[in-house]
């Protein structure tokens, strides 16, 4: 572990070298701060990366530690997110139900407010609004790859983001609808090239890296905020 001080506090930094890198990455979650750089940089050119981002990765830092607070509950004025943003929940109890997004807030209406039920109606209305936005996406990042795919089925599970099955068909979770459109780029991307590389090989990270070269900033997210999206 390296440190650089910062105000009365200091940066704590990992280095992760990579070969055949150019860039030098700064990665921050809630667990610490990782520097992803090329093989050939040394410890000073890696600091001073550091120092020169320092103002960055604090503010990175504060904003990562707060992500464990927005856990979604369903409840009355709370938060909901779609597309990475955060809208407003109003529950309404109503005979008629139903959801809304109007003007940055989701209005559900219930007849009985319980938190399945309002999870429920929301879950309903990303299922719809999903297929379109998903498959819009593939079908440019698939023209942008050169690979063809067949359909894209939109699951909700909550084992994995994506996934390829038989016959080219690509399985999306519904839950990457909230994150932001850049994670959802990511999870798109990272299952069309596997129709041209099916395992993980450093061959298969490569060409992810040409068509997405800040992925890993993508693929951090995600493990950073899994959990807030699997509800
Ligand atoms: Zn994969």
Not at 6 to 14: E, P, V
Not at 114 to 121: D, F, L, P
Not at 183 to 201: A, G, N, R, T
Request: hydrophobic share 35%.
């Amino acid at each position: 572990m390296n440190s650089i001080p910062f105000g009365n506090s200091k940066i704590k930094y990992n280095v992760k070298r990579v070969t055949n890198r150019k860039t030098t990455q700064i990665l921050v979650d809630k667990l610490g701060v990782q520097i992803i750089s090329s093989s050939d940089k040394t410890q000073k050119e890696i600091k001073d990366i550091v120092v020169k981002n320092s103002k960055w990765i604090y503010s990175k830092q504060i904003w990562a530690n707060k992500q464990n607070d927005l856990k979604i509950t369903f409840k009355q004025g709370t938060k909901l997110p779609y597309l990475g943003k955060n809208y407003l929940l109003k529950i309404k109890e109503s005979k008629n139900e139903g959801i809304l997004l109007s003007k940055g807030t989701f209005i559900v209406k219930v007849n009985k407010n319980t938190t399945k039920k309002v999870q429920e109606i929301f879950k309903n209305w990303l299922k719809e609004h999903a297929q379109k936005i998903i498959e819009k996406k593939s079908n440019h990042h698939a023209k942008k790859i050169g690979v063809k795919f067949d359909k894209i089925i939109i699951k909700d599970h909550k084992e994995r983001w994506g996934s390829l099955s038989k016959n080219n068909t690509i399985n999306i979770n519904l839950s990457i609808l909230c994150a932001p459109s850049k994670i959802i780029d990511y999870v798109i991307i990272h299952e069309l090239c596997h129709l041209k590389i099916p395992d993980h090989s450093p061959k298969y990270w490569n060409l992810l890296y040409k068509m997405m070269p800040d992925y890993e900033t993508h693929k951090e997210w995600l493990s950073v905020n899994w959990k807030l999206l699997n509800f």
